[in-house]
Nanobody, 121 residues
């Protein structure tokens, strides 16, 4: 059973920082893309940042220059460093991994349960 375990959410003042972590565990052959999504109250879930197996990154325009996604492949872990946080960054942040379970040929997508990040003004 593959699962994603997130940590690092919390309450922070505007201008502050948070570092989110997501570790994929279980029987995994390889991990392709990992990403962070977020969903604010009353809004649709949106892609925040994505990182490929070759460390190519993509960011939403709203977070460029403030957020950094990275991964530690040996630990099957992805990070999201969030700096200069704004109240509009308040959301539940979800980890996503596109990976190949051990013994299988096809890629599958997995979601974490989400972690709340709240930015106060």
């Amino acid at each position: 059973q593959v699962r994603l375990v997130e940590s690092g959410g919390g309450l922070v003042q505007a201008g502050g920082s948070l570092r989110l972590s997501c570790a994929a565990s279980g029987s995994i052959s390889s991990i392709n893309t990992m990403a962070w999504y977020r969903q604010a109250p009353g809004k649709q879930r949106e892609l925040v940042a994505r990182i490929s197996s070759g460390d190519i990154t993509n960011y939403a325009d709203s977070v460029k220059g403030r957020f950094t996604i990275s991964r530690a492949n040996a630990k099957n872990t992805v990070y999201l460093q969030m700096n200069s946080l704004k109240p509009e960054d308040t959301a539940v942040y979800y980890c996503y991994a596109n990976l190949k379970p051990a013994g299988e040929l096809l890629l599958r997508g997995y979601w974490g349960q989400g972690t709340q990040a709240t930015v106060s003004s």
